[in-house]
């Protein structure tokens, strides 16, 4: 089995807020944005018009792997709050 087919099976119960938070002015002067190509649910991405990353947390798998790569430190990253996130079911 894929792993995309693996990460179908999960069920996620979004939080109405973010538990990731991004500091738009560290992003902005960002080269590298490592939290797009780290993210195995590809959450992260920029926004050309504006130049401000995004990130739909409504699919996070709670790695914290964004949080690592980002070497600024831009990157907020907290668990959701209790009885949201992520269940993960394996196929």
């Given amino acids: ?3 995309e087919e693996k990460i179908a099976l999960d069920a996620i119960k979004n939080d109405r807020e973010s538990h990731i938070k ?9 080269r590298e944005r490592m939290c797009i190509p780290v993210c195995p649910g590809h959450l992260y991405s920029l926004n050309e018009e504006t130049g ?3 990130v739909e947390y409504a699919g996070c798998l ?8 980002c070497i600024y430190k831009s990157i907020d990253w907290n668990y959701p ?4 996130g ?3 079911r394996y196929g």
């Fill in 1 to 3: 089995m894929k792993v």
């Fill in 22 to 30: 991004l500091d738009q002015k560290i992003c902005g002067t960002c």
């Fill in 52 to 54: 401000d990353m995004v």
């Fill in 62 to 69: 709670e790695c914290g792997s964004c949080k690592i790569a």
């Fill in 81 to 84: 709050a209790d009885g949201c």
């Fill in 86 to 88: 992520v269940q993960y």
